[in-house]
Nanobody, 126 residues
């Protein structure tokens, strides 16, 4: 089992910044791809960003490229999502997720992830 605990959400104005953190415990953190997804009210959960085990590769959905940055600190078992130039359409519950290392894992697909955090609300006002 892997336990994921998010923190850092809240309210920001358009153009502002927030940083989400996700602390992992329970299994070897470096065996997991880590991702962030978000779910707006009445909508499906969608991919935001992902990072490989060592952090050498990152992936983003088009709408956040150039604004959001995913990173991980394997010594602290923590993954981060730095969100800059926030827009009202970024408003959602943000979820941290972990996908165990295996062949062919598709990090943009929610069903590929094995563990999920409880979610952290991000609200961006215009």
């Amino acid at each position: 089992q892997v336990q994921l605990v998010e923190s850092g959400g809240g309210l920001a104005q358009a153009g502002g910044s927030l940083r989400l953190s996700c602390a992992a415990s329970g299994r070897t953190f470096t065996n997991y791809f880590m991702g962030w997804f978000r779910q707006a009210p009445g909508k499906e959960r969608t991919f935001v960003a992902a990072i490989t085990l060592s952090g050498d590769s990152t992936y983003y959905t088009d709408s956040v490229k150039g604004r959001f940055t995913i990173s991980r600190d394997n010594a602290r078992n923590t993954v981060y999502l730095q969100m800059n130039s926030l827009k009202p359409e970024d408003t959602a519950v943000y979820y941290c997720a972990a996908a165990q290392l295996r062949s062919g894992v598709r990090v943009t697909i929610a069903s590929q992830y094995d563990y999920w955090g409880q979610g952290s609300q991000v609200t961006v006002s215009s």
